[in-house]
T-cell receptor, first 114, second 111 residues
């Protein structure tokens, strides 16, 4: 079956702009989580959605937001981009809460802010 | 809050050598424990997991990990590595409705 698909794979944006990233989970998976990966901080949890509801949120400013649609596809949005937002953004889908089951990861979206 | 510590971020070893990666975690409640691996150019994937029961768990490709509750540790081992084990390995804990990742171990196996 198809894996987790993230689009686009690469993005270059300028400071102050906003960006939207997309994640299509594995069919049947209702939980989608987002992570930010940087060389200095490693993988950090952004938020998790289940059945269109945000169940959990990490320690990121309000500029980072997300949503989930009825088909479980999810988007995350970053507004007023800063240089420090440059990172690999990973999406993971799972059948249930990711802490209780295997999470399947996408290839990520590499965001560069200039 | 939950946190995960992995030591020796870069590990270089020869084929057939034994590998052990340390992982210590901090969390006040019950956690589920995972090791995820990322091979070059590929996405993160599950290597093994521990939820309960036998504290020695076996995963794919000959890897195993031991949960020692008293030490808050979940170390990963493989008796004899192969060149194809070159990858980044992440220790992950699941608690408080989220996953928390360690900083990872970059392992390079020299043929």
């Amino acid at each position: 079956k198809a894996g987790v698909t993230q689009t686009p794979r690469y993005l270059i944006k300028t400071r102050g702009q906003q960006v939207t990233l997309s994640c299509s989970p594995i069919s049947g998976h209702r939980s989608v989580s987002w992570y930010q990966q940087t060389p200095g901080q490693g993988l950090q949890f952004l938020f998790e959605y289940f059945s269109e509801t945000q169940r959990n949120k990490g320690n990121f400013p309000g500029r980072f937001s997300g949503r989930q649609f009825s088909n479980s596809r999810s988007e995350m949005n970053v507004s007023t981009l800063e240089l420090g937002d440059s990172a690999l953004y990973l999406c993971a889908s799972s059948l249930a809460q990711p802490k209780n089951t295997e999470a399947f990861f996408g290839q990520g979206t590499r965001l560069t802010v200039v | 809050a939950q946190s995960v510590s992995q030591h020796n971020h870069h590990v270089i070893l020869s084929e057939a050598a034994s590998l052990e990666l340390g992982c210590n975690y901090s969390y006040g409640g019950t956690v589920n424990l995972f090791w995820y691996v990322q091979y070059p150019g590929q996405h993160l994937q599950l290597l093994l997991k521990y939820f309960s029961g036998d504290p020695l768990v076996k995963g794919i490709k000959g890897f195993e990990a031991e949960f020692i509750k008293s030490k808050f540790s979940f170390n990963l081992r493989k008796p004899s590595v192969q060149w194809s084990d070159t990858a980044e390995y992440f220790c992950v804990i699941g608690g408080n409705n989220r996953l928390a990742f360690g900083k990872g171990n970059q392992v390079v196996v020299i043929p």
